[in-house]
T-cell receptor, first 109, second 113 residues
Framework: GQQVMQIPQYQHVQEGEDFTTYCNSS?????IQWYKQRPGGHPVFLIQLVKSGEVKKQKRLTFQFGEAKKNSSLHITATQTTDVGTYFC?????????FGTGTSLTVIP | DTAVSQTPKYLVTQMGNDKSIKCEQNLGHDTMYWYKQDSKKFLKIMFSYNNKELIINETVPNRFSPKSPDKAHLNLHINSLELGDSAVYFCASSQLAGGNEQFFGPGTRLTVL
């Protein structure tokens, strides 16, 4: 069946270090969305990419959508303690919608 | 004003009971969803409704029954609760079906004893 996997599952970084999470889908996605969930909170939409090969930036966050529209990445430059949380990719394929398995980021001050 | 609200926030109940979780959105969105998040934080879509009609119905036990009385509400009723139903349930909404930005409610933490 359809799967959207993310690696790594957990990541601990020192404050100031960079962080990257990778998202891989077994099928082509119409678009890719990224969400952030703070501990104890709910997922909050960050961004959507639609075009093959698209790259978008939000301050220290850089998002990429793969050429085949089956993978994506989120890179955070110089992490801060406010970046703590779980990052999910998500996207539709056909009339279904799937969330990735998530990457939990811990930032050590 | 809360965009997507859920009640209750916490629900503790015994195995075998029937319970409901309510969800309301005031964003004027056409599509609403129910998700289950387990202890490993995996988020799995359960149901999706567009204009009160079911459009996604993932493989969930038929003990779970969604009901959408109108576009702004999507309630989840669970019969004969089991231990494995313990999880956080999130309601969400989006402008349209088919992969728009989703707005999530605060979640309902269900504990089945």
């Amino acid at each position: 069946g359809q799967q959207v996997m993310q690696i790594p599952q957990y990541q601990h970084v020192q404050e100031g270090e960079d962080f990257t999470t990778y998202c891989n889908s077994s099928t082509t996605l119409s678009n890719i969305q990224w969400y952030k969930q703070r501990p104890g909170g709910h997922p909050v939409f960050l961004i959507q990419l639609v075009k093959s090969g698209e790259v978008k930036k939000q301050k220290r966050l850089t998002f990429q959508f793969g050429e085949a529209k089956k993978n994506s990445s989120l890179h955070i430059t110089a992490t801060q303690t406010t970046d703590v949380g779980t990052y999910f990719c998500a996207g539709p394929t056909g009339n279904q919608f799937y969330f990735g398995t998530g990457t939990s980021l811990t930032v050590i001050p | 004003d809360t965009a997507v609200s859920q009640t209750p926030k916490y629900l503790v109940t015994q195995m075998g009971n029937d319970k409901s979780i309510k969800c309301e959105q005031n964003l004027g969105h056409d599509t609403m969803y129910w998700y289950k998040q387990d202890s490993k934080k995996f988020l799995k879509i359960m149901f999706s409704y567009n204009n009160k009609e079911l459009i996604i119905n993932e493989t969930v036990p038929n003990r779970f029954s969604p009901k959408s009385p109108d576009k702004a509400h999507l309630n989840l009723h669970i019969n004969s609760l089991e231990l494995g139903d313990s999880a956080v349930y999130f309601c969400a909404s989006s402008q349209l079906a088919g992969g728009n930005e989703q707005f999530f409610g605060p979640g309902t933490r269900l504990t089945v004893l």
